[in-house]
């Protein structure tokens, strides 16, 4: 607890700096963060952290499956990671999420969560590697004026990785999750998990199947909560040898989820989910990158009447206007439908429409900044809540010390401009850095 203490207080020294942390896969990525600095020197500290403010609306945490709850916030975060030696490294990181709801005081809370990090390579056999992954988690959550919602997390999930490079890899894990209420009851969960996860490479490494499985269980039954929950998920990566088409991605999930589990969520509900999508990459030219994508999504709530499901269908450009040795200058354009069904509020069907342009210029071991545009319009089956939303973006990163610190700033600013209600403008503001040392 005395670590929790030492880094929360830092947040009173250092709430506008920061950069964000980027624990989540992206598509296509399959190995952990913490490999990314395998290159580092064994004596290397890398330190960051952010701090942000402004007001945003509950709707764009969650797909828009939820109606507009604004809200302000004010978060904070810092992060220390180090390569200790070849086979170990670890990092530790500290968050202090505040919400004010504009509308509903019920939710208003602060979380405060320590997590930390161990990963070792136990053993190398020529190209195979075995590896251990400890992950650990401590949340707090505390509610202004809902003290029957308050709860102290604490989880761990220990995991062994074993791969062999470009061929195969797979994920085995084991942990626990444990919430307590501080509010007499039986709202207490002690939750066992187990995952496995695998992946494995076909015809010179052009061809990657995936799947994974996940399952957890309360320990005791709970009044409109799932006991047991499981997710599956599958998919596959190829890559053509063709001029027109260089990437097809697709996968498959289904499962059982907590809204407590997201830390965006503050209000707790099970749910039941199924998602896939289907993405293909173009490259045109050596100048010009496109992308199109389809998703279906479904949401099946437990003790709520969110049920929703629909799709979208995206196109984004990749235009090159410059890229030399010294700098790049590159545009981005991108158009998306989105259409959206409610099983149980008809009135909250819709479609959107939008339309995205972002150009970006980095002079190379210096800066970069980008400026963005983005228009939404969407079309309710009550004309009451139709609406348009714009958004302004604006980003800069500045290096010093050859690269070793790094200072970022990120602007946004949201107009929505409602059919029957007063027109809205909300701003928000992240500054971060990034400190190798």
Do not use: C
Not at 64 to 76: A, G, I, K, L, P
Not at 213 to 228: F, I
Not at 236 to 263: A, C, H, M, N
Request: hydrophobic content about 30%.
């Amino acid at each position: 607890m005395k670590i929790i203490f030492i880094l929360t207080v830092g947040f009173l020294f250092l709430p506008y700096m920061a950069q964000a942390d980027s624990s989540a896969l992206t598509e296509g990525e399959n190995l952990p963060d913490r490999q990314a600095g395998a290159s580092a020197k064994a004596e290397d500290f890398v330190f960051s952290g952010y701090g942000e403010v402004g007001r945003r609306s509950q709707a764009e945490d969650f797909a828009e499956e939820d109606t507009d709850e604004d809200y302000s916030y004010q978060n904070y975060h810092l992060k220390l990671e180090q390569r200790i030696s070849q086979p170990l490294n670890y990092d530790v990181s500290s968050f202090v999420y505040r919400k004010d709801y504009k509308a509903r005081d019920s939710l208003d809370n602060v979380s405060r969560i320590f997590k930390a990090g161990l990963f070792y390579n136990l053993k190398k056999l020529e190209e195979e590697w075995i590896r251990l992954d400890v992950k650990l988690k401590n949340r707090q959550r505390r509610y202004k004026n809902s003290p029957a919602s308050e709860y102290d997390e604490i989880g761990l999930v220990p995991g062994l990785i074993f791969e062999e490079k470009d061929n195969y890899r797979i994920d085995f894990n084991l942990g626990v999750d444990n919430f307590d209420y501080l509010a007499e009851g039986e709202k207490d969960q002690f939750k066992t998990l187990a995952g496995l996860g695998a992946q494995k490479h076909f015809l010179e490494k052009r061809l990657a199947l995936l799947s994974s499985y996940k399952v957890e269980r309360l320990e005791q039954e709970k009044a409109n909560r799932e006991k047991t929950k499981q997710e599956i998920g599958t998919g596959f990566d190829y890559q053509f040898k063709l001029p027109w088409i260089y990437r097809l991605v697709s996968r498959l999930d289904w499962g059982q989820r907590d809204t407590k589990d997201e830390e965006d969520r503050d209000e707790d509900m099970d749910f039941e989910y199924w998602q896939y999508y289907a993405k293909s990459e173009h490259r045109i030219s050596p100048k010009l990158k496109t992308h199109l994508k389809y998703q279906y999504f479904a949401k099946d709530y437990i003790s709520a009447d969110l049920d929703h499901r629909g799709f979208y269908l995206q196109n984004s450009w990749d235009y090159e206007l410059l890229d030399d040795q010294r700098q790049r200058l590159w545009l981005d354009f991108a158009i998306e439908h989105k259409e959206v069904k409610y099983n149980l509020k008809p009135a909250n069907d819709y479609q959107k429409q939008t339309l995205e342009v972002k150009i970006s210029y980095k002079k190379k071991k210096d800066w970069q900044a980008s400026v963005g545009l983005e228009e939404n319009f969407y079309d309710f089956s009550a004309e009451d809540n139709d609406k348009n939303r714009s958004y302004f973006k604006l980003s800069a990163e500045k290096l010093f010390q050859g690269g070793d610190l790094a200072l970022s700033a990120d602007f946004k600013y949201r107009y929505t401009d409602y059919a029957q209600k007063e027109d809205q403008g909300e701003a928000g503001l992240r500054l971060g850095f990034k400190y190798r040392f």
